[in-house]
């Protein structure tokens, strides 16, 4: 655990002291049981809103950066994922949830940035792809100089990068 840097706020989320943002503790999956397309990701945001989840209707799909600000590179921590894998993010949140995040990256209309919490890399896939694909909402503004820490994320195997384009 990343002593003091992730608070559970007690209504299911999380605050992330470093980058200040704040995080659904659980993500679609827990929610769903299911694997999401991208559109079902967007819907899953809209309804998110419309309830005012946590008291907040500001909750988006979180950039690549914001889904790589919660990968533990050093792997202090790690929660198992639904098939009981190990993946790199802090204690906080929720067992049993998915290895990976659909983000606002897009590529056209037709491919959207996954980040994977498992490898702690990441690439563009086909939006209608529903192979072990999640969503964890985010809100708030990442602290400039804690993205600056992040460094370049590795792309994963299989999976569009920009550079390829």
């Known amino acids: 655990m990343v002593e003091g840097r992730f608070v559970d706020n007690g209504d ?22 299911d694997n999401i397309t991208y559109a079902k990701a967007k819907k899953y945001l809209k ?22 600000s919660l990968y533990l590179r050093e792997k202090e921590a790690s929660i198992l994922d639904r098939y009981e894998m190990l993946i790199y993010i802090d204690p906080v949140f929720t067992e049993g949830c998915g290895f990976n995040t659909w983000t606002s990256n897009t590529m056209g209309s037709i491919n959207a ?12 896939t086909d939006v209608d792809d529903i192979l072990h694909t999640s ?15 992040l460094g ?4 994963r195997k299989g999976l569009y990068t920009s550079e390829q384009r």
Do not use: C
């Open 113 to 124: 940035y996954v980040f994977s919490f498992a490898s702690g890399t990441g690439g563009h």
């Open 152 to 155: 370049k994320i590795p792309p």
């Open 47 to 68: 309804r998110r809103n419309e309830e005012a989840f946590a008291g907040h209707s500001d909750w988006r799909l979180p950039s690549k950066d914001e889904a790589h």
């Open 135 to 149: 969503v964890r909402l985010v809100r708030g503004t990442m602290d400039p100089e804690f993205k600056k820490k």
């Open 12 to 33: 299911g989320t999380v605050t992330d002291t470093h980058s200040r943002l704040m995080w659904m503790q659980k993500d679609s999956y827990l929610e769903f049981k």
